[in-house]
């Protein structure tokens, strides 16, 4: 398992890379407004400020601001991932593991 290390500043700002499972799909310009939504809906919830914002077919780039006194980007993420996944259709395979943990095939 990965050991990563964070530095957790409230307030900060924040550069990430974001990839899809299979890096040959174009999933994510493919379906471009639904990944919009899920942006959108969590900025709703849970505020934050896009600096940056770049997306590729199989991956995206972003840079973030969070609010004074949040450090918490990893509940975001989790967020528009999970939004972006359950508003796909439902064609994705699975394996064995992920269909049992109830995840989806994307991230």
């Known amino acids: 398992m990965s050991d990563y ?4 500043v ?3 700002c ?3 890379t ?3 499972l299979n890096r040959r799909k174009a999933l994510l310009t493919d379906q471009i ?3 919009r939504d899920a942006v959108a809906a969590t900025r709703r919830s849970h505020p934050f400020e ?3 914002f770049v997306v590729l077919p199989d991956h995206l780039h972003a840079i973030w601001q969070l609010p ?3 450090a918490n980007f990893s509940v975001r993420w989790r967020l528009i991932k999970t939004r972006f996944a359950k508003a796909l ?3 994705e395979p699975l394996s064995a593991v992920r269909a049992a943990r109830n995840e989806c095939g994307i991230w």
């Open 18 to 20: 974001v990839n899809l």
């Open 10 to 12: 409230p307030g900060g």
């Open 50 to 52: 896009i600096d940056a």
């Open 14 to 16: 924040w550069f990430f």
């Open 89 to 91: 259709p439902a064609n």
């Open 68 to 70: 004074p006194g949040d």
């Open 5 to 8: 290390r964070r530095a957790f």
């Open 33 to 35: 407004e639904i990944l």
